[in-house]
């Protein structure tokens, strides 16, 4: 007998409607079948078949028909479509539970059956001294320092007109606040040595903006530049007085970091000597204070004892800010006069041992300072001050203009040193 298998590759229903006998070919399943070729034409032919050979088996003897083995696979029943056909899986209506979550869900449940011992208690939180702590309340002296400092940063020869108007407009309350808006300038003018003449520029124009104040005491009426000569002469007599460094800082610090502090304390005291010498240069400080603080300087009044050499570098640094100014008034030449004297003694005085009482770099110094005014206070300079963008367009067609006539053209400068600003030699004359 022949056998033959035929596979339907084509998925057809899992249950049994069609059988030999019982329902027949039109028994109660039929209406199923016909809607079965609604939905899939391929399926309906292949069950049209399978009827036709139960139907031709049930007429003929077993024996005559030959042994058909078809295997019939799954297949599922159609669904018509429902309102979450087309939507994402999280937002489908009925969640469709997997294998895998099914295993995670029991293994959760297992775990949690599993008694863990009691959690360790924690260490208590250590706050370190620095720890970060939200800041209080600003004060309204606090908001104009921030004010003032920002405007402060920004300031160069360029803009300095525009940069006064705009602290000039900052209402002034009390004392407090004007002192921390001087402050503010005098630090800023001490740590910028090059910007010394535009910060003095700013305290000439602003000592009659703003309001003077009463005294505590009941003495005279504190004003802008009264508390400006004050933080100068302050600052002049702490460093003059304590220039060494005291001897538990020595035993903290080694040597390099001694000698960078002593270096920074130098270039402290000579920026405010030069600050100094431009306050003067703009008529708000007297030829004679600015007098007897050169003659406190080398100490002309004590001949016999030698001057720090950090006080000498001072000396020299503020005669070179305001010479030609002071030798053009009568009552600073007598004292211009004096100090050239005494320094020229210093420079050269002995020891006991026979070297000399200063080091090289100063003596050089001062010998700058005696032949800077032999040649009428005129010197050339390598670092030049600060200049705006017009100034410096100006010196460059000047040195092309050299460049084209053969002239040599060096980077120093000739100019006169101590002068007057233009603005005030125009305003007076002179």
Same mark, same amino acid.
């Given at each position: 007998?022949?056998?033959?298998?035929?596979?339907?590759?084509?998925?057809?229903?899992?249950?049994?409607?069609?059988?030999?006998?019982?329902? *027949?070919?039109?028994?109660?399943?039929?209406?199923?079948?016909?809607?079965?070729?609604?939905?899939?034409?391929?399926?309906?032919?292949?069950?049209? =078949?399978?009827?036709?050979?139960?139907?031709?088996? /049930?007429? =003929?003897?077993?024996?005559?028909?030959?042994?058909?083995?078809?295997?019939?696979?799954?297949?599922?029943?159609?669904?018509?479509?429902?309102?979450?056909? @087309?939507?994402?899986?999280?937002?489908?209506?009925?969640?469709?539970?997997?294998?895998?979550?099914?295993?995670?869900?029991?293994?959760?449940?297992? /775990?949690?059956?599993?008694?863990?011992?009691?959690?360790?208690?924690?260490?208590?939180? =250590?706050?370190?001294?620095?720890?970060?702590?939200?800041?209080?309340?600003?004060?309204? %002296?606090?908001?104009?320092?921030?004010?003032?400092?920002?405007?402060?940063?920004?300031?160069?020869?360029?803009?300095?007109?525009? !940069? !006064?108007?705009?602290?000039?407009?900052?209402?002034?309350?009390?004392?407090?606040?004007?002192?921390?808006?001087?402050?503010?300038?005098?630090?800023?003018?001490?740590?910028?040595?090059?910007?010394?003449?535009?910060?003095?520029?700013?305290?000439?124009?602003?000592?009659?903006?703003?309001?003077?104040?009463?005294?505590?005491?009941?003495?005279?009426?504190?004003?802008?530049?009264?508390?400006?000569?004050?933080?100068?002469?302050?600052?002049?007599?702490?460093?003059?007085? /304590?220039?060494?460094?005291?001897?538990?800082?020595?035993?903290?610090?080694?040597?390099?970091?001694? %000698?960078?502090?002593?270096?920074?304390?130098?270039?402290?005291?000579?920026?405010?000597?030069?600050?100094?010498?431009?306050?003067?240069? #703009?008529?708000?400080?007297?030829?004679?204070? !600015? *007098?007897?603080?050169?003659?406190?300087? =080398?100490?002309?009044?004590?001949?016999?004892?030698?001057?720090?050499?950090?006080?000498?570098?001072?000396?020299?640094?503020?005669?070179?800010?305001? *010479?030609?100014?002071? %030798?053009?008034?009568?009552?600073?030449?007598?004292?211009?006069?004096?100090?050239?004297?005494?320094?020229?003694?210093?420079?050269?005085?002995?020891? %006991?041992? @026979?070297?000399?009482?200063?080091?090289?770099?100063?003596?050089?110094? !001062?010998?700058?300072?005696?032949?800077? #005014?032999?040649? @009428?206070?005129?010197?050339?300079?390598?670092?030049?001050?600060?200049?705006?963008?017009?100034?410096?367009?100006?010196?460059?067609?000047?040195?092309? /203009?050299?460049?084209?006539?053969?002239?040599?053209?060096?980077?120093?400068?000739?100019?006169?040193? @101590?002068?007057?600003?233009?603005?005030?030699?125009?305003?007076?004359?002179?």
């Amino acid at each position: 007998m022949i056998t033959s298998r035929r596979h339907i590759a084509t998925e057809v229903p899992s249950t049994n409607f069609v059988q030999a006998g019982g329902n *027949g070919i039109y028994g109660p399943m039929g209406d199923q079948v016909e809607a079965l070729s609604q939905f899939s034409p391929n399926i309906y032919e292949q069950v049209m =078949v399978r009827r036709q050979l139960l139907a031709y088996r /049930s007429q =003929v003897s077993k024996d005559d028909v030959p042994e058909y083995v078809v295997e019939v696979a799954p297949v599922p029943v159609p669904v018509p479509p429902s309102k979450d056909a @087309g939507l994402p899986f999280r937002q489908q209506s009925e969640p469709i539970v997997t294998s895998k979550s099914s295993s995670s869900m029991m293994r959760r449940q297992m /775990s949690a059956q599993v008694e863990r011992p009691p959690p360790k208690k924690a260490a208590p939180l =250590v706050v370190s001294a620095n720890a970060w702590r939200p800041a209080a309340k600003k004060s309204p %002296e606090d908001d104009l320092k921030r004010q003032v400092q920002g405007l402060l940063n920004k300031i160069c020869p360029e803009n300095v007109a525009s !940069i !006064i108007e705009k602290i000039a407009a900052i209402e002034v309350q009390d004392i407090k606040q004007l002192e921390a808006i001087i402050e503010l300038m005098f630090k800023k003018a001490i740590t910028e040595p090059h910007y010394c003449e535009t910060y003095a520029d700013m305290v000439f124009s602003l000592k009659a903006v703003y309001p003077s104040f009463p005294s505590p005491d009941g003495g005279k009426p504190i004003t802008f530049k009264g508390l400006v000569l004050n933080i100068c002469q302050n600052e002049f007599e702490e460093l003059l007085a /304590s220039n060494d460094i005291s001897a538990e800082q020595k035993a903290k610090l080694d040597e390099e970091e001694l %000698e960078y502090m002593r270096k920074k304390r130098k270039d402290r005291m000579r920026a405010n000597m030069k600050f100094i010498g431009h306050l003067f240069l #703009r008529q708000l400080l007297s030829a004679k204070v !600015i *007098g007897s603080v050169i003659c406190e300087l =080398v100490l002309c009044e004590q001949v016999d004892d030698l001057p720090e050499e950090h006080a000498l570098e001072c000396a020299c640094e503020l005669l070179l800010a305001i *010479g030609y100014t002071m %030798e053009n008034m009568i009552a600073g030449q007598s004292a211009l006069t004096s100090v050239c004297g005494r320094l020229k003694e210093l420079m050269k005085r002995k020891l %006991e041992n @026979g070297k000399g009482a200063y080091c090289k770099r100063v003596q050089f110094m !001062i010998q700058d300072v005696l032949d800077t #005014r032999a040649a @009428g206070w005129q010197k050339k300079v390598f670092k030049a001050a600060a200049k705006t963008k017009e100034e410096i367009r100006l010196d460059q067609e000047k040195e092309m /203009s050299d460049k084209a006539k053969g002239k040599d053209v060096t980077k120093a400068e000739c100019v006169v040193t @101590g002068q007057r600003p233009v603005y005030l030699s125009q305003a007076t004359g002179a």
